[in-house]
């Protein structure tokens, strides 16, 4: 019966089945699923095979986005749960897309994706000034992405690195990097630890690089 639930809620936010993923949610609870088995087992599951949806290009743009409304449907009913239970994110993960870029679809995927791995993300936005980049860091982010799809911004990739390191933040914060505008040569050139090329990569580059499983 548990299997059959979490089976349920795995595809219907794979589906983006909207409008009854709190009434499935709830269901599971009553039976006696663990809130944190419907979270990792249910919607993370479902988020990865989004997300590998959308690298192979199964899924689009709109695909994701509903998907993700239909997971935040359940976690809407589990954030409780999980908060009173003591149950912490991953870790921290700040994104946003570089000063003089008003881009932000990608980040945002990347973002939803990331939030669906069981990542607790704080998004900056777009235009986003390098030492806000600094200010998450200093603040307890253990990763920070920037995103750019103009070439014209990716000086300021470089100045966020360098302002870490100016202020003694670098060692303690991963940096990666993504966006039309990047490449995996650039971000070794300006010091990043890692490039996404879309939303699975980028999820499996931060897992690989916090040391998670």
Request: charged share 25%; glycine share 14%; hydrophobic share 45%.
């Amino acid at each position: 019966m548990e299997d059959d639930l979490l089976t349920g809620i795995k595809a219907g936010v794979v589906a983006g089945r909207l409008g009854g993923m709190g009434d499935m949610t709830r269901a599971a609870l009553d039976t006696g699923v663990p809130a944190a088995d419907i979270m990792s087992l249910g919607l993370i599951e479902a988020m990865s095979i989004v997300g590998e949806k959308f690298e192979k290009k199964e899924y689009f743009v709109p695909e994701v986005l509903v998907s993700a409304r239909a997971m935040h449907e359940s976690m809407d009913v589990l954030r409780p749960l999980l908060e009173a239970s003591g149950v912490e994110p991953l870790a921290r993960v700040t994104m946003g897309t570089v000063k003089g870029d008003l881009h932000d679809i990608g980040k945002d995927i990347v973002s939803i994706v990331l939030t669906g791995a069981g990542f607790e993300v704080q998004s900056l936005g777009a235009d986003v000034p390098s030492e806000k980049f600094v200010e998450a860091a200093a603040g307890g982010a253990g990763v920070v992405g920037m995103s750019s799809l103009l070439t014209t911004t990716r000086p300021r990739m470089a100045e966020v690195i360098r302002l870490l390191e100016e202020r003694g933040l670098r060692d303690g914060v991963k940096v990666i990097i993504g966006g039309a505008a990047v490449t995996e040569g650039f971000a070794n050139e300006i010091g990043a630890d890692g490039y996404g090329a879309d939303a699975a990569q980028a999820v499996r580059l931060v897992k690989s690089l916090l040391g998670i499983q």
